[in-house]
């Protein structure tokens, strides 16, 4: 069975400061991670995800997630935070090995970027 | 252009009276969720249907049904909506083979319990 861990309830950043959201996940076969945000009263938006290849993804916004093996980790990025980016992140892991399966969502990080 | 379009935005319903959500999606995806949602929580899977083939989550309470009338459309029905039921409700699809598995969410739908 596959699992995801959001370590952080919460994450506070200045606008203008790089950001890290921090997702570690278990599976048994190849990971398949995805990352979404949600803004209030909003559904689940797909930021990006890891299937195969290079280790570092780009997604939308300018957000970018480093794919880390040796540490099962999937941490979001951001170089430069803006105000707008305040919102709810998931993580989400899959096994790619077998056929159909389902996501299994983190617990979801909140992100507040100050002015 | 919306693909996974959810109606209502928002219901509000009294205590023990059926609600009916719907779902519908222009992308073509044989598989279609239902999560509900509480208090910025993680989604927490209600039941899916693969094609025709109705799947229920363990631990869902069987106040909650859904129908999939054609691949198209999917509805969740609550059949005596409680207090605590009062929660976003989302809808997803995805590709059931040849993709990774990634989910297109609806905007979702907030049900008020009063």
């Known amino acids: 069975a596959q699992s995801v861990a959001q370590p952080e309830d919460q994450v506070n950043v200045a606008e203008g400061n790089p950001l890290t959201v921090k997702c570690t996940y278990s599976v048994s076969g190849n990971p398949y991670l995805f990352w979404y945000v949600q803004y209030p009263n909003r559904g689940l938006q797909f930021l990006l995800k890891y299937i195969t290849g290079d280790n570092l993804v780009k997604g939308s916004y300018g957000f970018e997630a480093e794919f880390n093996k040796s540490q099962t980790s999937f941490h979001l990025k951001k170089p430069s935070a803006l105000v707008s980016d305040s919102a709810l992140y998931f993580c989400a892991v899959r096994d790619g090995n077998t056929g159909f399966q389902k996501l299994v969502f983190g617990t979801g990080t909140r992100l507040l970027v100050s002015p | 252009d919306a693909m996974v379009i959810q109606n209502p935005r928002y219901q509000v319903t009294q205590f023990g009276k059926p609600v009916t959500l719907s779902c519908s999606q222009t992308?073509?995806?044989?598989?279609m969720y239902w999560y509900q949602q509480k208090s910025s929580q993680a989604p927490k899977l209600l039941f899916h249907y693969y094609d025709k083939d109705f799947n229920n989550e363990a631990d869902t309470p069987d106040n909650f049904q859904s129908r999939r009338p054609n691949t198209s459309f999917c509805f969740l029905d609550i059949r005596s909506p409680g207090l605590g039921d009062a929660a976003m409700y989302l809808c997803?699809?995805?590709?059931?083979?040849?993709?990774?598995?990634?989910?297109?969410f609806g905007e979702g739908s907030r049900l008020t319990v009063l």
């Open positions: 997803a699809t995805s590709r059931a083979t040849g993709s990774t598995g990634e989910l297109f």
């Open positions: 992308l073509n995806h044989n598989v």
